[in-house]
């Protein structure tokens, strides 16, 4: 369950970077900035992806463990 919840926190903290980031590039008009907040971006769009796949990871792990204590739930 500990994996799930940490997968969440490091999609939200994605996000968060993504929209920063995202919200200065509309505004910016310096080149070199705008590439720094593109990188941002893309170091958010990761942090989204790893965030993602650690949560599957801890909802595949909390499936097998109720199915080897015979507890059968919904698996968020």
Request: proline share 1%.
């Amino acid at each position: 369950m500990k994996k799930i919840l940490n997968g969440v926190w490091l999609q939200t903290i994605g996000h968060i970077l993504i929209a920063i980031s995202v919200s200065r590039q509309i505004r910016e008009t310096d080149k070199i900035k705008l590439l720094e907040e593109q990188k941002t971006a893309i170091v958010g769009d990761f942090l989204v992806s790893l965030g993602a796949a650690l949560e599957g990871i801890g909802g595949l792990q909390a499936m097998e463990e109720g199915i080897s204590n015979n507890i059968y739930s919904i698996v968020p």
